[in-house]
């Protein structure tokens, strides 16, 4: 019954945990960096340049991406079977994920060629690319247009039972 729905929270959820996963990786390499145990010189060929790197990849992925990712795949698979009805228009969810991949995508870009290691702060001093800013700005952008996409079933059910309480 919700075969669409499932691969749209499925993609967001599989980003989510491919983030948490990713994003906790860099925290043992934090903590042996703070007792002298330098392990980013030997992943340089990786690309893990810098301590502040890892330290901006392990805050954007665990605090803005895996969290963003969740809420809407873990609320997608959630709010259906709540209503127990279809989402009515599936391509503004679909849509929201292709947006917030997208911005995920832009965002990585700077941080991986070293060009964001600002941990995941949006103020002066520490300055990033742009397209940073702009791709993490797509991620939030992405939840909004996924929040409509649940209004608009939300608001069918509620027209179709007006004493309906809200699960």
């Given amino acids: 019954m919700f075969a669409r729905e499932n691969k749209i929270a499925g993609w967001s959820l599989a980003i ?30 990786i690309g893990l340049n810098s301590y502040y790197q890892g330290l901006t990849i392990h805050g954007v992925l665990n605090a803005l991406v895996w969290t963003t990712f969740f809420i ?18 599936p391509q503004v969810n679909t849509a929201a994920n292709v947006i917030m991949i997208l911005g995920l995508v832009t965002a990585a870009v700077p941080i991986l ?39 608009l079933p939300f608001s069918q059910c509620r027209r179709e039972y007006p004493v309906l309480t809200t699960p």
Wanted: hydrophobic content about 50%.
């Fill in 16 to 45: 989510a945990i491919s983030a948490l996963f990713i994003g906790g990786s860099m925290g043992p390499l934090q903590k042996l960096e703070h007792v002298g145990i330098d392990l980013y010189r030997p992943l340089r060929d």
């Fill in 72 to 89: 809407v795949g873990f609320f997608t698979y959630i709010f259906v079977r709540s209503l127990n009805r279809n989402l009515t228009h």
């Fill in 113 to 151: 060629l070293n060009l964001a290691t600002v941990l995941f702060t949006f103020y002066p001093p520490l300055m990033a690319s742009p397209w940073f800013y702009v791709g993490l700005t797509l991620v939030v952008v992405g939840s909004w247009v996924h929040g409509w996409g649940y209004y």
